[in-house]
């Protein structure tokens, strides 16, 4: 447990001793505990005097992965993906996935959709990691309301705060324009964007030099479907945080750096608190 500041006046200076102490000893970490499994061993790292735990928060298209790569530099907190582990386990070559690996894989061949209960089972043979000595940004997790529910109850069972939910928020119109304007190579799958991120030459990948393709879900129709099923699937757990006291909503507009700058402002001024 964390207390909070009493008043707004002393809370800026202790947030930004919390910032700075986070700068001076961040870490990269090699995340290896967390992509392996439990019998991995991360490369050791520094300890924050005050250490952040955040969840992360957004629908496709806002830039949550960049940012959580931005936060990580800015708060030395080690970044947790949820689809970096799902990666890791198709390419690796490893011995010895755990049994919710093993049925993740499974899933994952068939084309299927891994259940809640086996990611959330993958999550909890992590749970050294939300241990980490430098904090964590959970990205990716939780996704449904019985999977918060579940992170808080196992949060709590460890003496583990939260400070906050950051929740990235943009216009619909945005979101089906950054989707729609993607386009990916059909042999390097290298990503660019018609206006944002042109490749030299127009419809070919300036690596390979073979056509660039958009694919079937950053269609403007389809992505304004996975938009509606995000926010319907989303609805209940942002409302969950909000009831909780740690919902930070941040605009999603302007750049990268822009929009980090915004989050760590809003974290600063945002009392740290526990959800227990």
């Known amino acids: ?74 708060l030395g907190a080690c970044h947790l993906s949820t689809g970096d582990v799902f990666r890791a386990a198709a390419s690796s070559t490893g011995c010895g996935p755990s049994p919710a690996m093993i049925a993740a894989l499974d899933f994952m061949r068939r084309g299927a959709l891994v259940p809640d209960a086996t990611v959330w089972e993958m999550v909890r043979e992590r749970t050294a990691c939300l241990r980490c000595r430098g904090g964590f940004i959970l990205d990716g997790f939780p996704r449904t309301l019985g999977q918060a529910e579940s992170l808080k109850k196992l949060m709590e069972d460890e003496r583990l705060s939260l400070d906050a939910v950051v929740n990235y928020e943009l216009p619909l119109s945005e979101i089906v324009e950054r989707l729609s304007g993607r386009r990916t190579c059909e042999k390097c799958k290298a990503v660019y964007h018609v206006t944002r991120q042109p490749s030299q030459t127009a419809g070919v990948c300036d690596r390979c030099g073979v056509p660039l393709f958009q694919r079937e879900d950053d269609r403007p129709e389809s992505v304004t479907v996975r938009m509606e099923a995000y926010q319907r699937s989303t609805a209940p757990l942002i409302e969950f945080y909000r009831k909780l006291g740690v919902l930070l909503p941040i605009e999603a507009t302007g750049s990268p750096n822009d929009i980090c700058t915004r989050t760590i402002a809003a974290l600063q001024q945002t009392p740290v608190r526990a959800v227990s």
């Open 1 to 74: 447990m964390r207390n909070s500041p009493a008043a707004s006046s002393t809370f800026v200076p202790y947030a930004e001793s919390l910032f700075a102490g986070a700068r001076m000893t961040s870490t990269k970490s090699n995340r290896a505990a967390w992509l392996e499994g439990p019998s991995a061993t991360c490369l050791p790292s520094a300890e924050a005097a005050h250490p952040w735990r955040l969840i992360l928060l957004g629908a496709p298209g806002v830039g949550k992965g960049t940012q959580a790569d931005l936060l990580r530099q800015r």
